[in-house]
């Protein structure tokens, strides 16, 4: 006789999302104060700690603007990818290829920029870059997507290798000396990625708050997230991925073209991240073998901690970013705890509010007698 | 016999560098076999790595320090299986989080000792318990002797593990009840196999696995602890993809951590192979070291894609990879 259990779980329904909410935020309160027992583990005082971290080095600092800025450079690429991602995640689309297609954007954009930078002007240049980085950037995705529509193959396994394909792809451009390797610094002994010429470099706009400048391409994902938002909930084929998503078969029944609507999806996707890495690349004005800074693996976890919501997604970048800044920040002033802290954080997050959203999606119902014997 | 010394030394160099990828393989295959695709074996390993090497170098034992990894790299599982068995959470999402936070708790530990970092030598137990024992007889085979058969008791024992868990899986009634419910859980349901128990045990188990690799890559590495790279330094996605390079059977991972071992120790010993031989190797020289790299994983992709299109991607793979099961749903 197999032994019953006494508890079975029970799906809620019609949660509110003000008690999701409510759920996250205390989820989150409780990882940070977890982060603060760890931190007093290694005798470092937690409030003092997240004082820094949590003040961002804005505080009583005459160069603030140069934080702000620091801060933007790590927000902007996280957002747009963390919506991209959720895009392909709302077809259950396992892409977690973010890492390569970032990769791939900015080395279309790299390419423009060595190649073409300097015979253009900058607006030109600069749409030239975020068009190739997006295309490369979706194809790499697209290729996939055609794979598994077709063969079935595992989209989850093959993006996680084609992250690696190109980041060696990136690496090779980025240490193997020659003539023909444009990517490169001429004036470097040892190979070293070329500085973009100036016409590739991201516009920046003068604002208000003194010697503080705003980068463009920061504006443009603000309004991409605007504008995925609004793709998803008014448009014909933001209603069709949340069809086949929630149930291909139906979507079949409906007539729907259910390839193409992934195909399609994926490559906006992947666009998308492709775009975000050639906005890095023209906001740095240089490629470097570890600018994705992790995008594509955090992207993951912020698209999900946002429940695949559009503006959930720019709150959570917003507070990711602050984690990641802030313990930069901090780790200048504790020499036991460095910048992957941040991570640690993270994680403790997402396990708190995937335990929460648990609590959120489902119920415990104490079985009674008679189920019991049954 | 002067200049076959280079190449005795390669592939000794590869199955120490690389013993690690079958620990982590291994663990990987014994979880996906419960349905479970768990990505966070880079996180798990890095854990596993240093609580193992604290607890063996402060005891100044080796085995004290295998076990701690174990019980390290187990903790990981055992969050994997509560979080993905029990809470329903996505497994890609989790397996990944995994990663970001062991990565994340290795350099918080590491970094917390600062300047008073145990040194390895100061374990002079562990050392003598970790340095090479030759196997009598075969290890006295001209270069292979040495290259295979002259090792750490710790590569023995995870060739040991692979045999092992292969036989568990091929020859034992719980070894058959462990596919069946990787391959359709609510079939294995209804004929009275605990399915959550069978998934939270070999997650664990399989995650304990990638801790001892982790342990072992950090006596490999001397333990020494830099605060920039991870002592695994990428051998647990490498691992991810030799799961399906090894179509999920352990013995075959011993295999493919020695092919995908093979291109890993290339990209280091290229240059001084060609030097000793000119004019049979000469040209290895003159191929990028990222081609190298990037082989394991263009290996794996192209064995992923032919499979698929062969339709046979269920050959070895459990069908209910990655899906949560949801009794209620049935």
Redo the contacts between chains.
Sequence with gaps: MKKQSSFHMVKREGVKWQQIAMSYLIAIVVAIALGGVLLSVQNVNPFDYYKDMFSLGVVGNKFAYKQVEAFIKLFTPLLLTSVALSLAFKMRFWNIGGEGQFIIGALGAGSVAYLLGETMPTAVVLLLMALVGAVLGGLYGAVVAILKVKHGTNETLLTLMMNYLALYLLKFFGETSGDWNFFLAKDSNRPLFATFPDNAKMITLPTPFGSFSLNLSLVIVVLLCVGVWWYLKYTKQGYEISVVGDSPNSAKYAGMKVSKIVIRTIFLSAALIGLAGAFYASSAGTLSTSMTNDVGWTGIIVAWLAKLNTIGIIVTSLLITVLQHGCSVASSSYATVDANFADLLQGMILFSVLTADFFTRFKLVRNSKQEVAK | MQEYGVFTLFLFSIVVYNTVLLYGTVGEILTEKAGS?N?GVEGTMAVGAIFGYLAGVSTNNLWIGLVGAFIAGGLCGL?FAF?TVS????Q???G?????????????VG????SNWPALQSAPDVVAAYAAVPIPVLSSLPMVGKAFFSHSVLVYLGVLIAVGIWWYMKYTKTGLKLRAVGENPSAADSV?I?INLYKYIHIIIGSGIMGLGGYYMALVMGGSFE?STCWINGYG?IS??LV?FANWNPVMAILGSLVFGFFNTLQVYSGSLANSFPESLGWLSGI????Y??LP??I??IV??AS??R?K?GEG?PAAL?VNY???ER
């Design positions: 695709l990505l969050l979080l809470l329903q959470a996505n890609n999402v989790t990944l989080t995994i990663t970001t936070f062991g990565l994340g708790l290795y350099f918080f970094k917390g000792f600062g009275g605990n605060g996605w991810i993809a399906i990028p070291a990222q081609l790299q990037a994983f263009l794996t992709a992923l894609i698929s299109i339709q991607d793979g990655g949801f009794r209620e």
